[in-house]
């Protein structure tokens, strides 16, 4: 006969004759069981809420049939699992803890006091879900606070409304946050992505029927599945209509992840503009920022954009070509310790108009292009490398906050900023290498199975790719888009702006900025020692600088506490950290290291005592810089008095005198 056992890890359905013992139903049970159950734990109960259960070894020597089962009966069971310490069981049963399916991941038990991962684990395969995914994987404080709103929109009483105060009819009711006609009366083009997976759920699960949770959310996939249960060889050996890919059709994304970018202050814009004003070459840099909410759009969310790093890169008229980014991880490190994560990246687009007002030529606009095929597979690039986890989807994760902006001309040939992020088909075409960038910015190619010798291609499969537009006729039609398609498919656009009253994280950004030594712009010692300066009660807004923390980190002189230390006095100005920093050991060795190379700080800088006999000769030497050359010794090394001849031509009208004659002042 066929009985049937329900646990938490599923049903499980077993063949045995009735004069069996219980016995032999736990081997052929415990053989279809995880290896981590404790035998010893399991117990049979006739109804779901184990009212009268029984420990399968406590009935191990009564026959099936003395217990009344019969073909088709199922019975509920349950149990432990044993400590699982280096992939060995410790032989004694969890006594504390009932580790069941949902505290699993990737099938394996998962400890109550375990620290899960903020990403989930990479999947190697679709079909590997995570189960249970709302209890396993923890996403942002953000989207919990957002998860806990209802996120419905008010009203008012209407002119319609016939009832009291404290009445509500369909006119003064509140409005759902995805409703249509509401986002357009304020413009709003696209869904949040809170406001997205309220309107999925509603239509995806009802709580009313009574039926399981089904996660809303779940990821496009246009790869051939791994491990296809038919039997068949791996692709591309073979193929079938269970692994292989359905044809992609593709739709404009009614939503985004991220809907509005907010820089600090309009300075952080400036300075990273200026590269262009002075080489005429384009500059790229990731953003660096947090998170929050945005109040103008139901249920939204910002990136506030507090820093900009500029990464290696050969910069050019018409382009940027990145090196390799070597302390991406301490950068990010001190970020972390900032409050702060990658939010975007940021690149120029910006040519001269030469007509000597500043006024730049306008390249993007709705006859040409907004967003490049080239700069569509680069950001798609970055934002699979940037996955958003939620608890909402069956793989913990679901598009990317990552977001691309770019600064260009726009009508009035002012310099303005565009803001967008691309698709999540888009990017998991471009992890799936399906299509390529082409020559018209306007125009996405899709690839071909054979590579450039003629072969045929073991790494790619391309399935069927069409997409829809409105035709001449004005009906909605579907069109193959092999060879190409048109790449407005495959973005949306983002708000931008600036706050009305600017409180940047970083209040004294002074420090030179890294990787710009092609534009005659290091960072010496110089530049730490006047952060450093303490006069004036300047501790607070001196260390609050970015760069300013990064260069410290690459110096390796703070310990994890003391740049922890300095990163919180950094961003809260608070002026008892402040002081704390400047009482730190290694800190006071930062100054010291500072002092040795020759950079005093100008705290310590001791001027000479004038006289009246010395400022006669300071008078005499200040009335031409030709005679303070001349009279410079020959002792002198040729690099110094190069360098006083240039100072001289340079500050003609300012004082000079002999380093030599004083130096023992």
Same mark, same amino acid.
């Given at each position: 006969?066929?009985?049937?056992?329900?646990?938490?890890?599923?049903?499980?359905?077993?063949?045995?004759?009735?004069?069996?013992?219980?016995?032999?139903?736990?081997?052929?049970?415990?053989?279809?069981?995880?290896?981590?159950?404790?035998?010893?734990?399991?117990?049979?109960?006739?109804?779901?809420?184990?009212?009268?259960?029984?420990?399968?070894?406590?009935?191990?020597?009564?026959?099936?049939?003395?217990?009344?089962?019969?073909?088709?009966?199922?019975?509920?069971?349950?149990?432990?699992?044993?400590?699982?310490?280096?992939?060995?069981?410790?032989?004694?049963?969890?006594?504390?803890?009932?580790?069941?399916?949902?505290?699993?991941?990737?099938?394996?038990?998962?400890?109550?006091?375990?620290?899960?991962?903020?990403?989930?684990?990479?999947?190697?395969?679709?079909?590997?879900?995570?189960?249970?995914?709302?209890?396993?994987?923890?996403?942002?404080?953000?989207?919990?606070?957002?998860?806990?709103?209802?996120?419905?929109?008010?009203?008012?009483?209407?002119?319609?409304?016939?009832?009291?105060?404290?009445?509500?009819?369909?006119?003064?009711?509140?409005?759902?946050?995805?409703?249509?006609?509401?986002?357009?009366?304020?413009?709003?083009?696209?869904?949040?992505?809170?406001?997205?997976?309220?309107?999925?759920?509603?239509?995806?699960?009802?709580?009313?029927?009574?039926?399981?949770?089904?996660?809303?959310?779940?990821?496009?996939?246009?790869?051939?599945?791994?491990?296809?249960?038919?039997?068949?060889?791996?692709?591309?050996?073979?193929?079938?209509?269970?692994?292989?890919?359905?044809?992609?059709?593709?739709?404009?994304?009614?939503?985004?992840?991220?809907?509005?970018?907010?820089?600090?202050?309009?300075?952080?814009?400036?300075?990273?503009?200026?590269?262009?004003?002075?080489?005429?070459?384009?500059?790229?840099?990731?953003?660096?920022?947090?998170?929050?909410?945005?109040?103008?759009?139901?249920?939204?969310?910002?990136?506030?954009?507090?820093?900009?790093?500029?990464?290696?890169?050969?910069?050019?008229?018409?382009?940027?070509?990145?090196?390799?980014?070597?302390?991406?991880?301490?950068?990010?490190?001190?970020?972390?310790?900032?409050?702060?994560?990658?939010?975007?990246?940021?690149?120029?687009?910006?040519?001269?108009?030469?007509?000597?007002?500043?006024?730049?030529?306008?390249?993007?606009?709705?006859?040409?292009?907004?967003?490049?095929?080239?700069?569509?597979?680069?950001?798609?690039?970055?934002?699979?490398?940037?996955?958003?986890?939620?608890?909402?989807?069956?793989?913990?994760?679901?598009?990317?906050?990552?977001?691309?902006?770019?600064?260009?001309?726009?009508?009035?040939?002012?310099?303005?900023?565009?803001?967008?992020?691309?698709?999540?088909?888009?990017?998991?075409?471009?992890?799936?290498?399906?299509?390529?960038?082409?020559?018209?910015?306007?125009?996405?190619?899709?690839?071909?199975?054979?590579?450039?010798?003629?072969?045929?291609?073991?790494?790619?499969?391309?399935?069927?790719?069409?997409?829809?537009?409105?035709?001449?006729?004005? !009906?909605?039609?579907?069109?193959? #888009?092999?060879?190409?398609?048109? /790449?407005?498919?495959?973005? &949306?656009?983002?708000?931008? @702006? +600036?706050?009305?009253?600017?409180?940047?994280?970083?209040?004294?950004?002074?420090?030179?900025?890294?990787?710009?030594?092609?534009?005659?712009?290091?960072?010496?010692?110089?530049?730490?020692?006047?952060?450093?300066?303490?006069?004036?009660?300047?501790?607070?807004?001196?260390?609050?600088?970015?760069?300013?923390?990064?260069?410290?980190?690459?110096?390796?002189?703070?310990?994890?506490?003391?740049? !922890?230390?300095?990163?919180?006095? #950094?961003?809260?100005?608070?002026? /008892?950290?402040?002081?704390? &920093?400047?009482?730190?050991? @290694? +800190?006071?060795?930062?100054?010291?290291?500072?002092?040795?190379?020759?950079?005093?700080?100008?705290?310590?800088?001791?001027?000479?005592?004038?006289?009246?006999?010395?400022?006669?000769?300071?008078?005499?030497?200040?009335?031409?810089?030709?005679?303070?050359?001349?009279?410079?010794?020959?002792?002198?090394?040729?690099?110094?008095?190069?360098?006083?001849?240039?100072?001289?031509?340079?500050?003609?009208?300012?004082?000079?005198?002999?380093?030599?004659?004083?130096?023992?002042?």
């Amino acid at each position: 006969m066929l009985i049937r056992l329900r646990g938490p890890d599923g049903m499980i359905r077993i063949n045995i004759e009735k004069d069996d013992t219980f016995a032999d139903l736990a081997r052929l049970l415990v053989a279809q069981l995880p290896p981590t159950v404790d035998p010893n734990t399991i117990s049979m109960s006739p109804d779901p809420q184990n009212s009268d259960s029984k420990l399968l070894k406590d009935i191990t020597r009564y026959k099936l049939a003395q217990i009344g089962l019969s073909h088709g009966d199922l019975i509920f069971i349950k149990y432990q699992h044993q400590n699982t310490i280096n992939g060995h069981t410790s032989g004694a049963p969890a006594a504390t803890t009932t580790l069941s399916s949902t505290n699993r991941l990737n099938g394996k038990p998962i400890l109550p006091t375990e620290d899960l991962p903020v990403d989930p684990i990479p999947l190697t395969s679709p079909t590997q879900v995570i189960k249970n995914p709302w209890e396993v994987v923890r996403q942002s404080a953000l989207d919990d606070r957002l998860d806990k709103q209802d996120g419905k929109i008010p009203r008012s009483r209407d002119r319609m409304c016939k009832h009291g105060p404290k009445g509500m009819c369909d006119y003064c009711m509140p409005l759902d946050p995805f409703n249509m006609q509401y986002l357009a009366d304020k413009k709003i083009k696209y869904l949040s992505f809170h406001s997205y997976l309220r309107k999925i759920n509603s239509a995806t699960n009802k709580p009313e029927l009574g039926s399981s949770f089904i996660p809303p959310l779940k990821e496009p996939y246009f790869r051939v599945k791994r491990d296809c249960p038919s039997g068949h060889p791996q692709w591309p050996e073979g193929i079938c209509t269970k692994c292989q890919p359905s044809a992609i059709t593709l739709q404009p994304q009614t939503f985004r992840m991220v809907d509005h970018v907010e820089f600090a202050s309009f300075e952080l814009v400036n300075s990273f503009i200026d590269a262009w004003r002075r080489t005429g070459a384009q500059r790229i840099g990731y953003l660096y920022g947090r998170y929050a909410e945005y109040t103008e759009v139901p249920l939204g969310i910002k990136a506030i954009v507090e820093a900009i790093y500029e990464v290696p890169q050969v910069d050019e008229v018409d382009g940027v070509s990145l090196n390799p980014w070597d302390n991406e991880s301490a950068v990010n490190e001190v970020a972390r310790l900032c409050g702060l994560e990658q939010v975007g990246v940021i690149f120029t687009d910006l040519l001269d108009a030469g007509t000597g007002d500043g006024k730049v030529i306008c390249k993007r606009h709705a006859d040409s292009y907004f967003l490049s095929s080239l700069e569509i597979c680069f950001a798609a690039r970055l934002q699979a490398q940037h996955p958003k986890p939620t608890k909402w989807s069956d793989t913990g994760r679901f598009g990317s906050n990552f977001v691309t902006c770019i600064i260009s001309g726009d009508e009035t040939g002012q310099i303005a900023i565009s803001s967008y992020q691309v698709s999540n088909d888009a990017v998991e075409m471009v992890r799936a290498d399906l299509i390529e960038p082409s020559a018209d910015p306007n125009v996405m190619l899709v690839r071909e199975e054979e590579e450039d010798d003629g072969s045929t291609s073991r790494t790619r499969y391309i399935p069927e790719v069409f997409y829809r537009k409105i035709n001449e006729y004005g !009906a909605n039609v579907q069109e193959n #888009a092999k060879p190409s398609f048109p /790449a407005e498919y495959l973005f &949306v656009t983002l708000t931008h @702006g +600036f706050p009305a009253q600017p409180k940047p994280l970083f209040n004294t950004p002074n420090f030179p900025i890294e990787n710009r030594e092609i534009m005659g712009e290091s960072q010496p010692y110089r530049s730490v020692a006047k952060a450093l300066d303490t006069s004036n009660n300047k501790e607070p807004g001196s260390l609050s600088d970015f760069h300013l923390l990064n260069f410290i980190h690459g110096m390796g002189v703070l310990s994890k506490e003391e740049e !922890a230390l300095l990163c919180r006095a #950094a961003t809260t100005h608070d002026l /008892a950290d402040t002081y704390q &920093v400047y009482s730190m050991p @290694g +800190f006071l060795s930062l100054q010291t290291i500072v002092a040795e190379t020759g950079e005093i700080t100008p705290k310590d800088r001791k001027r000479p005592r004038k006289s009246s006999e010395e400022g006669r000769t300071l008078s005499s030497h200040s009335s031409g810089a030709a005679s303070t050359n001349k009279s410079l010794k020959n002792s002198e090394p040729l690099t110094k008095r190069l360098a006083a001849v240039r100072l001289n031509d340079q500050n003609a009208s300012t004082p000079q005198f002999d380093r030599a004659k004083y130096e023992d002042l």
